[in-house]
């Protein structure tokens, strides 16, 4: 599966499957409508595409008959949107995404408490441990567990434990700062209503899809000759694969669709 948030075309990849649909239905093709209506919201929430839906009948097609199935798919994509399953699904796809806040078990203060505990419970253990050791090795321990006293003390006085707790503070309000600039792209991203990520979607496949090159040779193995077609995206070369008159359709319905979007 690509990528999250690749550019995708809503209507040409979903399309590509779909292909009769609208004669024969989604059976014939071995789609069921929770298969199709996954793949919609996973390219409308995330530019998703599952290329594991079949695609071979859309392939055996005429070009003509895959413009003409490229539009009917379009048309069936955009009364799917307009309902209020497409809404829930697109609600709970939604929810999925969003960041949880940070939490904490204690307040500042406590934090600053365990932290001074689990230290004193360190240095108690440490103690324990060293009793059986030899003398010269006890020694050499014991010399470092001292300075570790000593460190301790110094970060206890009444200034440095206002120190530590203000670093505590500061974090929170780092990480919580942190959750609030996340959380403000989730909501570009992931607005309530989807009708403006659906007209994202629709722009990018536009501009993807904008110089496909139908002329483009390909090597016995499949690939692009040109390196530079080799590099574009996955997404790029279905449309090439689609053809031009199928690609050309679903650039049709797209603008269509922005127009009625008013994007």
Avoid: H
């Amino acid at each position: 599966m690509c990528k999250a948030w690749k550019q995708a075309s809503l209507i040409l990849l979903i399309a590509v499957p779909l292909t009769a649909a609208a004669a024969d239905g989604l059976s014939q093709l071995g789609l069921t409508p929770p298969a199709v209506k996954e793949a919609i919201g996973g390219i409308v929430t995330a530019g998703v595409y599952n290329p594991g839906l079949p695609a071979a009948a859309f392939k055996a097609l005429p070009p003509a008959t895959r413009a003409q199935a490229v539009t009917a798919a379009a048309g069936w994509v955009r009364t799917y949107t307009a309902t209020p399953e497409f809404s829930a699904q697109y609600a709970k796809l939604r929810d999925r995404q969003k960041p949880d806040p940070p939490t904490w078990d204690a307040t500042p203060e406590q934090e600053l408490q365990q932290a001074d505990d689990d230290q004193k419970k360190q240095m108690e253990e440490s103690k324990q441990a060293i009793a059986n050791l030899p003398p010269e090795q006890r020694k050499a321990v014991e010399a470092g567990l001292q300075a570790a006293a000593e460190m301790t003390a110094r970060m206890n006085t009444p200034e440095a434990r206002k120190m530590r707790l203000d670093a505590i503070r500061t974090d929170r309000a780092q990480r919580t700062k942190e959750y609030q600039d996340v959380l403000a792209r989730w909501k570009q991203q992931y607005p309530d209503d989807p009708r403006p990520v659906i007209a994202r979607r629709l722009r990018e496949f536009l501009q993807l899809s904008t110089d496909v090159d139908y002329a483009a040779k390909l090597n016995a193995n499949g690939t692009f000759a040109n390196p530079a077609y080799q590099a574009k995206p996955s997404q790029w070369k279905m449309c090439y694969r689609a053809g031009r008159e199928a690609t050309a359709a679903a650039r049709a319905a797209a603008e269509a669709w922005l127009k009625e979007l008013g994007a």
